[in-house]
Structures are given as C-alpha cells and as structure tokens.
T-cell receptor, first 115, second 111 residues
Framework: GAVVSQHPSWVICKSGTSVKIECRSLDFQATTMFWYRQFPKQSLMLMATSNEGSKATYEQGVEKDKFLINHASLTLSTLTVTSAHPEDSSFYIC???????????FGSGTRLTVV | AQTVTQSQPEMSVQEAETVTLSCTYD???????LFWYKQPPSRQMILVIR??????QNATENRFSVNFQKAAKSFSLKISDSQLGDAAMYFCALRTDKLVFGAGTILRVKS
C-alpha cells in the first residue's frame, strides 16, 4: 500500500533556530501534500496545501514566512519552522494525496519541542 | 467553507458492546467524501471507513458501519462488538478540495 515516510519523528530545538521536517512518498507520486498541526488531545488543524511545483496555499492565520513549505518533487515535501519559539511546539503531520490513487496517506508525525 | 462537528468529547463502551459516534458537517459542495479516522496513542492516522456523498448506501467495513444522512448532513460511525484495540481518538473528516477534521472523540473500551 501507499506509504509516507515522515522524519524526524521527534526533535528538540532551541528558540530562534530552524527545523526542517520531511515527508516522502515511498511508492507513489504525491501530487498534493497537506500539512497539519495537532495539539495534545485536539484535532488536526490544516496549515497549508501544496501541489508539486507550485507555491503552497496557507490557511488563514498561518504565517507563511514562519512555516516554509516546499514541494519540489512528486515524492518529497518539506516543512521548515523558522525562528522557532516555544509556542511552535506541537505535533506536525503530513498527508499525501495522489491524483491517480485518490485517498490520503498520512505520515507518522513529528513531535517538535522548542526550548 | 466546510465544517465538521463532533459533539462527543469522550465515549465509553463495554467490550463486545456497540457504540455510535456522532458527526455532523456542513458544506456547500455537492461532490464530497466523508471519512472516519482512528488515531491510537502512536498518533498514526488510520482510515476506518469512507463514504462517497453520491452513494446512498451506507458504507460498511467489517465491524464498522456508518449512518449517512445526507439531507441532515449527519455521518455517524457504529462500532459493533467493540474490542480493546478499538480504544483511540476517532476523527470525522470531510473532503472537498481539502480534508477538514472534526474535534475528535476519545473512545474508551472497558473490559
């Protein structure tokens, strides 16, 4: 079945530094990638949608200069949290969609802690 | 805009019993899909069941079934013969051009 590999699974970084999270579709081409943020015991909040080769579309209230999304190939999308602050600490999940397969395949998530 | 509402923050069920999780949604689109996802403590999202809006027949996957009431914009999940492994957070989701989730329902299974 379709698999999305998300790395790292957890990361701790210092305030002011940047962190990159990668999502790779291993056996299919992800034409669209969705990035979500989830606080403990809460829902997944959509941050942005990216299509391969295009600029990401950000949801209202999400700072595009802080959460940089790149989807340069059909198998790789990255989310970079720039100048991280403790309030950016959260669980980030990617979800890939293939125009051929349909459906959504989720990565295993990244727990980010900013200290 | 589309919204998904899950009004039950927590539910409990006795092992082997049946439980129903509620979900209502709102969208102006005529073409959409509805999903139930399970998120266990590992936090990996697992697809439980999906329903195409154009299909009148309710989807069924083994012990999981839905009651899809399109006019009422209701999409409930019924879990039959509940098992300890069913304990998790359950999310209802609506897909139009993007996938939007409800707030989730924590399901506890008592042995």
């Amino acid at each position: 079945g379709a698999v999305v590999s998300q790395h790292p699974s957890w990361v701790i970084c210092k305030s002011g530094t940047s962190v990159k999270i990668e999502c790779r579709s291993l056996d299919f081409q992800a034409t669209t990638m969705f990035w979500y943020r989830q606080f403990p015991k809460q829902s997944l909040m959509l941050m942005a949608t990216s299509n391969e080769g295009s600029k990401a579309t950000y949801e209202q209230g999400v700072e595009k200069d802080k959460f940089l999304i790149n989807h340069a190939s059909l198998t790789l999308s990255t989310l970079t949290v720039t100048s991280a602050h403790p309030e950016d600490s959260s669980f980030y999940i990617c979800s890939a969609r293939s125009s051929l397969l349909g459906g959504y395949t989720f990565g295993s998530g990244t727990r980010l802690t900013v200290v | 805009a589309q919204t998904v509402t899950q009004s039950q923050p927590e539910m409990s069920v006795q092992e082997a019993e049946t439980v129903t999780l509620s979900c209502t949604y709102d969208t102006s689109e005529s073409d959409y899909y509805l999903f139930w996802y399970k998120q266990p403590p590992s936090r990996q999202m697992i697809l439980v069941i999906r329903q195409e809006a154009y299909k009148q027949q309710n989807a069924t996957e083994n012990r999981f079934s839905v009651n899809f009431q399109k006019a009422a914009k209701s999409f409930s999940l019924k879990i039959s013969d509940s098992q300890l492994g069913d304990a998790a957070m359950y999310f209802c989701a609506l897909r139009t051009d993007k996938l939007v989730f409800g707030a989730g329902t924590i399901l506890r299974v008592k042995s």
